[in-house]
């Protein structure tokens, strides 16, 4: 089945080439979850733009959003294996295979969105790139993934008491599951998909996102309350089969290395407009925002979460050099 998978996925890539790309030597298939439009999607085509130009239109890009080619998890094996050359992927499913990106998937271990940015953009988000080699991936950049906060339809959450006993649908990660339980929820794990429905018929009372998700999904309309507590900032991370990778010459990996990089001061524009245009439309749409809230208890809670999921000294390691970091 996963094979049929595969290559139902190949074909659908190569049916859907522009001809524009068949005249590129090179034409590398890029996959992204999110629909057209979104800041991630846009700035992949940035990146394949660049080198385009750069290459003298030897390497192209093309761009599969929208799951054109299969959820994350699908898409991640995909990509090792060369099906995929490249992928904008979410922290979280690979928290199980490369290590090291369980640490930017730690609640509140980022002060904010700049400490963020410094700390990813620095040696230590180079060696978290580097992390993926080993796995058949070679990382290429991070992108915004926004402050996560929570929503539901029940109440507007204040503190922490707020959230004991709420049914939160969270990402398929047992590090946002023990996040949940550490804050006295009851985590649901569940596709994204699956979300508006749940909430709408009380399956679960709520999730947690940031403003363009919880606004393009259409959740706003069903959970009228968001708390911004901001307990988790993930990056996304742009990657590239190790495969594909290797096909190129030394110089065509610099220019796709170099490319990829240069996407990414685009791509938070792109995110900062559409987070501003995001929250812009929920509060018109009456939805209760809470702003003032105390974080110190929150992230007090999350002392088992670290004990638990910090447990190499590699991580631990990090850890400290991220709270170090200003």
């Not at 080198?51 to 959003?65: A, K, M, P, Y």
């Not at 290590?99 to 040696?123: A, Q, R």
């Not at 910090?310 to 990090?318: A, G, M, P, Q, R």
Request: overall charge negative; glycine content about 6%; aromatic content about 8%.
């Amino acid at each position: 089945m996963k094979l049929l998978k595969t290559l139902a996925a190949s074909l659908l890539a190569t049916a859907a080439l522009t001809s524009a790309s068949l005249a590129c030597e090179v034409t590398l298939k890029s996959s992204d979850t999110h629909p057209d439009g979104y800041p991630t999607v846009e700035a992949v085509k940035q990146m394949g733009k660049l080198l385009e130009e750069r290459t003298d239109g030897r390497i192209c890009v093309e761009v599969f959003h929208s799951a054109q080619l299969g959820e994350e998890k699908d898409t991640i094996e995909q990509t090792k294996f060369g099906v995929i050359d490249l992928n904008r992927v979410s922290m979280g499913p690979f928290n199980n295979l490369v290590e090291e990106t369980k640490v930017v998937s730690l609640p509140y271990i980022f002060k904010g969105v700049d400490h963020m940015h410094t700390v990813m953009d620095g040696p230590i988000g180079d060696e978290i790139l580097a992390a993926f080699e080993p796995h058949g991936y070679v990382g290429l950049a991070f992108y915004d993934g926004g402050s996560r906060s929570f929503y539901n339809k029940v109440k507007p959450i204040k503190s922490i008491e707020d959230l004991e006993g709420m049914k939160v649908r969270v990402m398929q990660s047992d590090i946002f599951v023990d996040m949940m339980s550490a804050l006295g929820a009851n985590a649901t794990p569940m596709p994204y998909g699956e979300v508006y429905s749940s909430i709408q018929t009380g399956v679960i009372d709520g999730a947690e996102n940031n403003w363009p998700s919880y606004e393009s999904s259409g959740h706003f309309e069903v959970a009228g309350y968001y708390t911004l507590d901001e307990h988790l900032i993930v990056p996304e991370v742009l990657v590239m089969s190790k495969k594909s990778w290797d096909n190129l010459s030394p110089e065509d990996q610099a220019a796709v290395r170099q490319a990829a990089k240069d996407s990414v001061p685009f791509m938070r524009e792109q995110w900062q407009a559409r987070e501003k245009a995001s929250e812009e439309k929920v509060r018109a749409a009456g939805v209760e925002v809470v702003t003032e809230i105390d974080k110190e208890p929150f992230m007090a809670a999350m002392d088992s979460v670290y004990e638990k999921h910090v447990t190499s000294e590699n991580l631990k390691d990090l850890v400290a050099r991220i709270r170090a970091t200003d």
